[in-house]
């Protein structure tokens, strides 16, 4: 007889995950994330991070957090309605509202702690959550902590989500329409005038988790609601610290009421530790930074679409993405395992996205181009990228 605490079920589990060769090692990256590294021990091109502008070891951004650690300390001690609400967290809530050219911010630890948070406190039972059918892991758990009935359109499809408007708002006291930005895994932007629009027409409010927008769209970084100029139109807005501004982290733009109100019931922010004050000081400087120049996000866009013209050329079906994020697309699950493994081998560490992830055979891997990427990287790695295309049949 097994004994209970081998897991055996775990370890059957395990295996079906091997035998569909989507197995894998959890990848050790040696020293900072940065256009080049040294990922498992070797010497790669890094076409898969989210440090979009390359904050995340920029020289300016780890003295703000070293002089944050002098002053304050490595942990704030507490949860932020204890006493872990330092004058540093509440000078990110204003900075990061004056960036965002909303009323008022409440940060979070994480952008996955504030769908875990916000959208279960602005909800009820009688409520109806209306959702795009690719949206983020993290809205679909944080829809799940919520008592209202919820209720999935196609993706981006205005027509189909006045079906369900249609259908279902009568029945419901309020109802909340909610967005990824951009859409992480195609690197599409949510058609958000349309979705303003219907909302406004069937007294829905509105929620997007901007998370690959921010600092990236709209000007020099400010997001998706930026991009559209939908200022005052869009309810809640979440934004993530850990991306683009390269540190941890994650916030609600919107209202003074919706910040007094997640400052009553946003769980994360009553139940786990408030961000560190080493965190808090470098994104204050990220804001900075990004407030007083476009040249971050001007970079970003330039080597995106410096790259994504090399893919085109060679052939590859680089999707329908109107952002930095390039998925290449593969197909089949195990094929485009080898081919991440492939770019690897040659010097390219790109990802591969598959399902679950993804929709079963529609495996891509997924490129993220940043502001820190040289010409010559970017040259390199789509000589890499025609080689391993060739060698594997993709490329003729
Ligand atoms: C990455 C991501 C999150 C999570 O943000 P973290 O700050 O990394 O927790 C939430 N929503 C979307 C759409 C994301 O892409």
Not at 118 to 125: R, Y
Not at 166 to 173: I, P
Not at 250 to 275: C, I, K, N, Q
Request: overall charge negative; charged content about 25%; proline content about 3%.
């Amino acid at each position: 007889m097994s004994n209970i605490h081998e897991l055996q079920y775990l370890k059957e589990n395990l295996e079906t995950l091997k035998a569909d060769g989507v197995y894998r090692k959890l990848p050790v990256l040696e020293g900072p994330n940065e256009a080049e590294v040294i990922l498992n021990g070797k010497k790669v091109i890094n076409l898969s991070s989210n440090n979009y502008l390359g904050f995340a070891n920029h020289p300016r951004m780890k003295a703000a957090a070293i002089q944050a650690i002098e002053k304050y300390g490595v942990g704030s001690g507490a949860v932020r309605t204890i006493i872990g609400n330092m004058d540093l967290h509440e000078a990110l809530d204003k900075k990061l509202a004056e960036f965002k050219r909303e009323e008022a911010v409440m940060s979070f630890q994480s952008g996955f702690n504030c769908n875990a948070g916000a959208i279960q406190a602005i909800t009820a039972d009688g409520d109806l959550i209306i959702s795009d059918e690719l949206n983020h892991a993290s809205i679909i758990d944080g829809s799940r902590l919520s008592k209202a009935a919820r209720a999935v359109y196609k993706h981006s499809d205005m027509n189909d989500l006045e079906r369900v408007l249609k259908e279902r708002r009568g029945a419901y006291k309020n109802c909340l329409i909610i967005t990824d930005g951009v859409f992480s895994m195609d690197g599409d932007i949510a058609p958000l005038p349309d979705i303003v629009n219907l909302a406004e027409r069937y007294e829905c409010m509105t929620y997007v988790d901007d998370a690959h927008g921010s600092g990236v769209l709209g000007e020099s970084g400010r997001g998706t609601v930026d991009h559209f100029g939908l200022h005052g139109r869009v309810d809640f807005t979440i934004g993530t610290l850990s991306k683009a501004i390269g540190v941890i982290g994650g916030y609600v733009a919107g209202s003074e009421t919706m910040r007094d109100w997640l400052s009553h019931r946003g769980r994360p922010l009553l139940f786990s530790t408030s961000l560190p004050p080493a965190a808090v000081g470098a994104i204050l400087e990220a804001l900075d930074m990004l407030m007083t120049s476009t040249e971050y996000t001007d970079r970003l866009w330039a080597n995106a679409q410096y790259f994504k013209k090399g893919m085109s050329a060679l052939g590859y079906d680089i999707g329908h993405s109107q952002t930095p994020i390039t998925p290449v697309m593969i197909g089949e699950e195990a094929k485009t395992m080898q081919f991440s493994k492939t770019l690897f081998d040659l010097g390219v560490y790109v990802s591969p996205i598959v399902f679950p992830t993804v929709p079963k055979g529609t495996g891509r891997v997924r490129v993220m181009v940043t502001a820190a990427h040289t010409t010559e990287q970017l040259d390199r790695a789509v000589e890499i990228f025609e080689k391993a295309g060739k060698q594997l049949n993709i490329l003729k």
